[in-house]
């Protein structure tokens, strides 16, 4: 069968077209992902090396999905590509290379967390009011200037940003910045924009590691330019400078990463950079029907700024999309759960054919709530992911420390706990020792004796001691076994499972889960090194929506709009159309913002493929107060054709176009009232954690010797289920579980509650 069968011909001239620069800009939903997913199959169809091949992928979901779809062509050389997002594919080449620019090659690679706490520590040791320099605040400006490529050298030469920084008051930024990388090189540790600045720094400083790359690297692709900040933009053209084999692919209208530097410039630069290049234009799309297409159309063609495009749909003509009222995001939340049963079972869909999407993370918990009591099985993205849970974090910091003990974040966070006796002025006192000596923390604390008195000293010289025999045991164990030992005898475990009180048993499964993870990477065959060091590697690196362990299961998924570019869904709601909210209040400001907040509604609503359903509360609890809410803009600048309005306007029209203007007015006439009266103020008091499941009866520890596939159980958690598979020799029997309630699950038997029932 021709493997190229499935493409339009624009689409396969751009796969064929495998020599030079190539350019594709295209709409949403046109088949841009899809022609370098053919492309890659392609290449390696015609002889090329797969290993030779990198392709940038915007999340590490859609480089498996991609991945696996080539596989289905080439079959299993295609492991071999390099490919991934910029920070995994260049945190890669970093391990390989980080000594040539000072780092070790087990570098630790620092979180936002781990950041954000070491400016704090840094802002207070400066004496700087911590309202003024905000954490958030100096950590933008730090992670804007690294994704310029802007060293805090030269961001203190530089009078422009200076002048900047002070006309706000905070003209102590470049000296933050300036400390914050000393510490972070002390530590041997990088953050997440270090991963793709240090990129440039070592291809810049070693042109025989530049040169080896453009060698290994014959053909690259990307997808999502629209979306590359300019450190990644020069990644990209030094690497392709030899080659010039260079495909990049996307949308100028859904460039919504503007906050984090991503410059759309690039797009519009890429004919400048290669003069010779080949430009493609997809108009068809073939995700949505005529009616979302031409929906998304009217919206976007409101921005003054964006590259002209005709995207059409020869798909069918689809269903109005509808537009529900609710008078509260908890009523809203109701009517989305109702709206989803309702068309599944009418349509005969699966749950994991509707997606919900909304401005921010907070909104999910009314939706999540909703669909709850209905029993509505959901998948939440985003959010805190699961490796962001303390325990987990806190077990991972020994694992940090014990692979780079200089990692001074995780020597923090764990040196007292659990609680050995190690005080905060202990703590203090290495620190300053520290500096004042120019010393690493680590260094402080395997000579305790030389620097502290006591009993400390001796605390910090044994828990040096037992990080010490870590090491040891890390240069030949298996990642599950190192991890395993280092969880008992570190007293997390022993803390944990003395923790009798509910979370206190959801975290002890946690770190049961995340040894389970564990185990189940050591044990995977498609990859060559399996060390605990490459597994926390991977973690690191992980963005939340690849925590998906299950991606076939059936349920809704909920996300942010920002992490559902690329994905599509049959069903699509889109929730909270408020103004200042989305559009958020924050973007109000400029035409620019407001223009990435109109691509981001584009891309909300591209992401459906059937059916679009949006909807707006009137009202909503914002910060525990409940506020009045006005229809979104972005409703009234839809083409009213594609809309069936699921409500009765409230009073009459009042504007000659009809569309949501009436809505408003009626709105700020009962605005009007309500001000008369005093505002009901109503704190939030449902909680967002999802209800634990009550066992029935009283547990005792899981007697696993009787235990058969087949068999019915209960656990203390996840409630009933049936033992699908079990494996693993005695000490480590791994139990596959389907759970009625939340599906598959693997335990370690000598970890799980279960009961046989
Ligand atoms: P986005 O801008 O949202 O990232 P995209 O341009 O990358 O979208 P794809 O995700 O590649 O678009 O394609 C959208 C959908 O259309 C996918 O389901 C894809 O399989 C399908 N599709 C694309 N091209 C064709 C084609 N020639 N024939 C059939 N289906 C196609
Ligand atoms: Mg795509």
């Known amino acids: 069968m021709d493997y190229l069968a499935g493409l339009n011909p624009s689409q396969r001239g751009a796969v064929e077209q495998i020599k030079g620069p190539v350019m594709i800009v295209a709409g949403a939903g046109s088949g841009k992902t899809r022609v370098i997913t053919y492309r890659v199959a392609h290449l390696i169809r015609q002889g090329v090396d797969p290993f030779n091949i990198l392709v940038l992928t915007f999340t590490n979901k859609a480089a498996k999905e991609m991945r696996e779809r080539i596989m289905k062509v080439v079959g299993q050389e295609a492991k071999n590509i390099w490919m991934g997002t910029?920070?995994?594919?260049?945190?890669?080449?970093?391990?390989?290379?980080?000594?040539?620019?000072g780092y070790p090659k087990n570098f630790t690679i620092y979180d936002t967390d781990d950041s954000k706490s070491l400016l704090r520590a840094i802002i207070k040791e400066m004496n700087l009011d911590d309202k003024l320099y905000n954490v958030n605040h100096v950590y933008g400006r730090i992670s804007s200037a690294k994704n310029n490529l802007i060293s805090p050298q030269e961001y203190n030469k530089n009078e422009a940003i200076m002048a900047e920084d002070i006309a706000n008051g905070r003209g102590q930024i470049g000296q933050l910045y300036m400390t914050y990388a000393q510490r972070c090189y002390r530590a041997g540790a990088m953050d997440f924009d270090d991963l793709l600045f240090k990129t440039n720094v070592l291809l810049n400083k070693h042109p025989d590691v530049l040169h080896k790359y453009q060698h290994q690297f014959k053909y690259l692709m990307v997808d999502e330019y629209q979306d590359t900040n300019f450190s990644q933009y020069l990644i990209v053209k030094r690497l392709a400078a030899v080659s010039e084999n260079i495909c990049v692919v996307g949308d100028d209208a859904q460039s919504i990463y503007a906050f984090r530097g991503a410059n759309i410039q690039n797009i519009l630069n890429f004919?400048?950079?290669?003069?010779?290049?080949?430009?493609?234009?997809?108009?068809?799309?073939?995700?949505?029907?005529?009616?979302?297409?031409?929906?998304?159309?009217?919206?976007?063609?409101?921005?003054?700024?964006q590259l002209e495009k005709n995207v059409f749909s020869d798909n069918e003509e689809g269903e109005k999309i509808k537009v529900a009222r609710a008078f509260s995001d908890n009523e809203e939340g109701k009517i989305v759960a109702e709206a989803i049963a309702q068309e599944k079972s009418l349509?005969?869909?699966?749950?994991?054919?509707?997606?919900?999407?909304?401005?921010?993370n907070a909104q999910s918990r009314a939706m999540e709530e909703a669909l709850r009591k209905i029993g509505i099985p959901y998948k939440l993205y985003g959010g805190t992911s699961f490796y962001q849970r303390k325990e987990i974090k806190d077990l991972i910091a020994y694992f940090r420390l014990t692979f780079n003990p200089n990692d001074e974040e995780a020597l923090k966070r764990v040196i007292n706990y659990p609680r050995r006796g190690i005080g905060d002025t202990t703590i203090e006192k290495i620190m300053v020792t520290a500096d004042q000596r120019q010393f690493r923390l680590w260094d402080v604390v395997v000579n305790a004796q030389m620097f502290l008195d006591g009993r400390s000293a001796t605390a910090v010289g044994n828990f040096g001691l037992m990080i010490q025999s870590f090491q040891a045991l890390a240069k030949t164990g298996s990642a599950f076994d190192v991890a395993m030992h280092i969880a008992q005898h570190c007293g997390i475990l022993k803390d944990l499972y003395e923790d009798k009180s509910v979370e206190g048993?959801?975290?002890?499964?946690?770190?049961?889960?995340?040894?389970?993870?564990?185990?189940?990477?050591?044990?995977?065959?498609?990859?060559?090194?399996?060390?605990?060091?490459?597994?926390?590697?991977d973690i690191a690196l992980l963005t939340n929506d690849d925590n998906d362990k299950d991606p076939n299961a059936d349920t809704v998924s909920l996300m942010t709009i920002h992490s559902s570019k690329g994905l599509e869904y049959p069903v699509v709601f889109i929730v909270g159309l408020e103004e200042n909210l989305f559009p958020s209040q924050l973007a109000l400001n400029s035409r620019s913002e407001l223009e990435e907040e109109r691509r981001l509604f584009y891309v909300a609503v591209t992401r459906a493929e059937k059916k679009l359903h949006l909807s707006y509360a009137t009202s909503r609890y914002r910060w525990g107060t409940l506020n009045n809410c006005e229809p979104s803009r972005f409703l009234d600048e839809l083409d009213p054709s594609c809309l069936a309005l699921d409500f009765q306007p409230r009073s009459p029209m009042t504007s000659m176009d009809g569309g949501f203007q009436g809505e408003?007015?009626?709105?700020?006439?009962?605005?009007?009232?309500?001000?008369?009266?005093?505002?009901?103020?109503?704190?939030?008091?449902?909680?967002?954690?999802?209800?634990?499941?009550?066992?029935?009866e009283g547990f005792s520890p899981s007697d696993t010797t009787g235990l058969q596939v087949g068999m019915e159980v209960e656990h203390e958690r996840f409630g009933f289920g049936k033992v699908v598979n079990l494996e693993g020799n005695k000490q480590d029997i791994k139990a596959t579980i389907f759970f009625k309630e939340l599906g598959q699950k693997q335990l370690l038997l000598k970890f799980a509650k279960l009961r046989i029932v």
């Open 664 to 696: 408003r007015m009626a709105w700020k006439q009962k605005d009007q009232d309500t001000f008369t009266k005093p505002k009901p103020k109503v704190m939030k008091t449902t909680s967002i954690l999802p209800k634990a499941h009550v066992p029935t």
């Open 347 to 360: 349509k005969g869909l699966q749950y994991k054919d509707f997606a919900i999407l909304y401005r921010t």
């Open 86 to 101: 910029f920070h995994s594919v260049f945190a890669r080449i970093l391990r390989v290379e980080a000594e040539l620019i």
């Open 271 to 305: 004919q400048k950079d290669y003069p010779d290049v080949k430009v493609f234009k997809l108009e068809q799309n073939y995700r949505s029907t005529k009616m979302i297409v031409n929906a998304a159309n009217s919206v976007i063609e409101k921005n003054k700024n």
């Open 505 to 537: 048993l959801s975290r002890y499964e946690n770190i049961q889960e995340l040894l389970n993870g564990i185990k189940e990477f050591s044990e995977r065959e498609d990859i060559a090194e399996k060390g605990l060091d490459i597994f926390m590697q």
